[in-house]
Structures are given as C-alpha cells and as structure tokens.
C-alpha cells in the first residue's frame, strides 16, 4: 500500500510538473500576443481587455510562484481569452495616428498667353495675333515705305518722303513750292510768301500804291501811271494816295447841275488820270454850303456829283469805276457863316477807291 | 516561566495579525483610490489603468483571502498605482478644451 501511495504522489508530482512547465509555455505565448496587441494599439481600441489580459498574465506568473498550477492555468485562460478579444478589436479599430500628408495646393494658375510671341500678353496686346513691342502696346509699328518717319497709314504721300521744310511737315507730301508762286522752294528767296521770279520769289512791294511794284516803278513813292509809275505833269489836278486833288472848283449853273463849259478842262484831266491809271475806281463827291434846304441841297449835290460822274464817262471811263455821291452841306470843310467858308464848302471831290 | 510563555503567546500572536491588518489596510487604500478614480470618469476617459486597478484589487482580495498577505499587499499597492493613475488621466481628460467639430 506504501508503495502504491508513493507511485501516486511521484505520478502527481511529475503530472504537476508537466502542467507548469506547459503552463510557463502559455504564459509565454500570451506575453507575445499582448506584445502584439499593444502594437496593434490595443491600448485605445480595447483597453479593458488588454489591461485584464496583462493583469491575468501577472497572476498566472504569481500562482506558478505559488506552485498552483491549476488557478494559473485559469487565469492564462482568462488573459488568452482578452488578449485574443483586444487582438480582434484592434484589427477593426484604425490605428490612432496622425498622417500628416502633404497636401498639394490647388494652385490656379493664370497664365497670361501670349499669341503672337511678341512678349505682350494678350490680355494687354491691342494686336493679339500680330507681333508688336510693348511701347506700341504690341502692335506692330505702321510701315514708313518713304522713310519720313510718318507711317503710311496717316502719309497722305507714303511714296513721297516729306521734305520737313517747316511748311505743312504732318501730311507726309513733300510741299516743294511752299507759296506756290511757281518758284520752287530751293530758288525761292520768299518761300512761304508768293512773289513773281523777278523779284526771287518775294513778294513786290508798291510804296506809293500806284499798282506798279517798287521794282518797276521809277518813281516809287509818287503815284504815277505805267510804264515808269512816276507822275504826270497834270496842270489842274494832283494824284495823291487818297484822292485825286483838284486845283480848281467844278463850276455848275447856278442852282443847276448842269457843269459849266469852263470845268471841262480840269475833268479832261481827271478823266486823263483815270485813264493813266485803268485800275483806279474814284467815289465822286458833291458837297454843297448850307444855303437853302437841306434836302434841295442834297438832292442837288446828288444831281451834280451825277453829272461829273456823266462827264467823265462820256470821255470814255467806265461807269464802273465811277461811283457818285451827294452829300449836301453835310460834311462841311469851313464855316458856313462867312462867304469865303461857304465857298470852300460848295466843292466836288473825287476820293480813290482803289488803285489796284 | 508561565508569564514568558504568555508573552511569547502573544508577541507571536501580534505578529500573525500584522499581515492580515496591513492588506487590510492596503485594500481600503485601494479601494478608495479605485472608488474615486470612478467619481473621476476613469472608467470612461482612463479605461486601461481603471480596469488594471481593478483587476490588481480583484487578486489581492484574493489574495488576502488566501492568506497570502505579502502578495495581496503588492497587487493592493499596484492596484492604488493603477487607481492613481487612472484618476489623474480622468481629471486631465475633463480639464481638456472640447474637441473642435
């Protein structure tokens, strides 16, 4: 019987042996899964059966201590049993961790396009597709085909370069007559004022008026008719630049208009200067003193100036060049209180219009 | 020689009922720590150590039970570790401005 209860106890103690030996082997096991579940952040996504598994692990170590293989064995069930669960909910449960991507930027990019090449976009380019520096905002500058530096678009003469005398130089034609005298610029002493090629293009010059330029006229500060301009030898009457002066009154019948034989004469002379100058146009002017009415006396200086004017006309002047005009006592030369005044005042004038 | 007796009686006595008081002890520890580590929110904001102290506090009762005082009297310790712990990651967590939506 002794030895029977001694095989049980051996068979026992060997049985018991093997279990904490197998035991030990689990514990080990258990250890690398929850290493594993910890790895697999076990810790967030089940805390609790992770914490009770470590916690079972560490009891099952400490009944080995104690020898009680059995409680141990119980606990590595238990701790098996929540690690395989924290293994399994971590596997569903995303790992807490930040992934800091780089995130690509939306960039939008403008580009400005540029057609025509030409360095100006076409957001800015007036000519898109026609290349173009940027000073004429991309367009091309206009063609200048005579090299005047006028373009051809706005060169009224494209062919024809601007001779740029200081005369019409922004239409682009070539102005080589700038007066247009006939007389080329070049020869032109006057080249912007007319004048005829005897005088190089300059202007003439009539000091005296008298329709015969300075140049011509031998006398170029007295009137005087052509050829040479000088005055004539008139006996009764004087040319002046303003009137025709005569040396004596025209007589008229008294109270008529009718002019007196002994006027003819000086009129012969009058006519005779209209005559030397054929360009000259006289107002005849009659004038009376203030005796009788006023409107008698300018009806009858109206009449009279009309009858010289008749005069004159029948010795061959043309009545266009005549104008007559009776003005009464109204433009008085001397005082009509005394005999010699009113004498002054009873007149004919003959005032130039115009010599040319 | 009976009064030696009595003391050695005794002296011994003491020191058998030292074990026993001191898991006590370190039990109530525990158990308060765990207790207010819960008031805390541990078991939502800290569940790792929360349920570690509890099962620590769990096998020393155990333990105690057991009369393997020494060891009862480590899980308590270990258990009041985990306790602590979980209570001051539960008071940090509430301290913790609320996550933007």
Known sequence: VKGRRLLVLVALAVLACATAGKVREYTQVIRQEIDKAKRSNAVRCAPKELATAEAQLAFADKELGFGNAGRAQDHIAVAQRNVQEALRLSASCAPMQVVITKQEKKIIEITKTDRDGDGVPDVDDLCPDVPGPAENHGCPYPKDSDGDGIPDDIDRCPLDPEDKDGFQDEDGCPDPDNDGDGIIDKLDACPNDPGPLENMGCPDIDSDGDGIPDRLDKCPFEPGPAPDGCPKKYTLVEVKKEKIEIKQQVHFATAKFRVLPDSFPLLNQVAQVLQDFPKMRVSIEGHTDNVGGEAMNMKLSQRRAEAVRDYLISRGISPQRLEAIGYGPTKPLASNKTAKGKGKNRRTEFRIISNE | ?101
């Open chain 2, 1 to 101: 020689m009976v009064l030696r007796l009595a003391l050695a009686t005794i002296a011994l006595a003491l020191l058998a009922a030292c074990g026993p008081v001191q898991t006590t002890a370190k039990l109530v520890d525990a158990d308060r720590e765990i207790e207010a580590a819960r008031m805390a929110g541990a078991a939502r904001t800290s569940p790792y150590e929360f349920t570690g102290a509890q099962a620590y506090y769990a096998k020393a009762r155990e333990l105690e039970g057991r009369a393997r005082y020494e060891e009862a009297v480590q899980l308590a310790e270990h258990s009041v570790e985990l306790a602590k712990l979980a209570r001051t990651n539960a008071i940090t967590a509430s301290n913790r401005p609320p996550e933007a939506p």
